[in-house]
C-alpha cells in the first residue's frame, strides 16, 4: 500500500543570499525544483520568508528539517499530517535552539512519549521544575522564539507542489 503525506514547510527568516540554497535543498527533498514566494520578513530587517505546502511520501518532514538543518540565521518549521501508515509530525528550527521535534496526533496535537514524560518527572525530582520540563517537551522555547516570526507572515499565499514519483 503507497501512502502521500502532506505537509507545510515554513521559512520564518533567511537572508537572501541563502534563498536560492533553500529552493535547491527543499527542491532536491521534492525531487522537483521550485520557486518559492519569498516576502520580506518584518520581524528581522533584511531577512525573507516564504511557505510552502507540499505531498509527498510519509517521512518527508524529517528529510526536509535535515536538508536545512543548522543554517546560520535560517529559522523554519515543517510539518507533516498523519497518514494511514504513519504519524505527523512537527519540527521547528532556530540557529540558537537547533531542532525541536514532536510527534503529531490526527488533531494536530502533539504526543509526548511515555519514557519522555517519566524523564521530565525525574528531572523535576532532582531540582527542575516539572513545568519547565513539560514546556520543553511541548517546544516552548521553539515557540517563544519563533511567534515573533510567524505572526509576520500571517496572511502570505501558499502554493501546493506534489513529489514526482
Known amino acids: 500500500m503507497s501512502s502521500s503525506a502532506r505537509g507545510v514547510i515554513y521559512v520564518h527568516s533567511a537572508p537572501s543570499a541563502l534563498c536560492p540554497h533553500i529552493e535547491w535543498a527543499v527542491g532536491g527533498v521534492l525531487g522537483v525544483p521550485i520557486s518559492l514566494p519569498w516576502t520580506s520578513q518584518p520581524a528581522?530587517?533584511?531577512?525573507?520568508?516564504?511557505?510552502?505546502?507540499?505531498?509527498?511520501?510519509?517521512?518527508?518532514?524529517?528529510v526536509l528539517c535535515s536538508a536545512l538543518r543548522g543554517w546560520p540565521h535560517v529559522r523554519y518549521e515543517v510539518t507533516e499530517d498523519p497518514t494511514p501508515v504513519s504519524e505527523g509530525g512537527r519540527f521547528s528550527y532556530t540557529p540558537e535552539l537547533g531542532v525541536f521535534h514532536a510527534v503529531t496526533g490526527l488533531h494536530g496535537d502533539l504526543m509526548i512519549p511515555e519514557d519522555r514524560l517519566r524523564a521530565a518527572t525525574a528531572k523535576g525530582e532532582h531540582g527542575e521544575t516539572l513545568a519547565d520540563e513539560i514546556a520543553a517537551l511541548l517546544g516552548q522555547p521553539w515557540d517563544d522564539e519563533l511567534e515573533p516570526f510567524r505572526h509576520a507572515g500571517e496572511g502570505a499565499p501558499v502554493r501546493w507542489l506534489h513529489q514526482v514519483v
Open 44 to 62: 528581522e530587517q533584511g531577512a525573507y520568508r516564504a511557505e510552502l505546502s507540499w505531498q509527498a511520501g510519509p517521512g518527508t518532514a524529517a
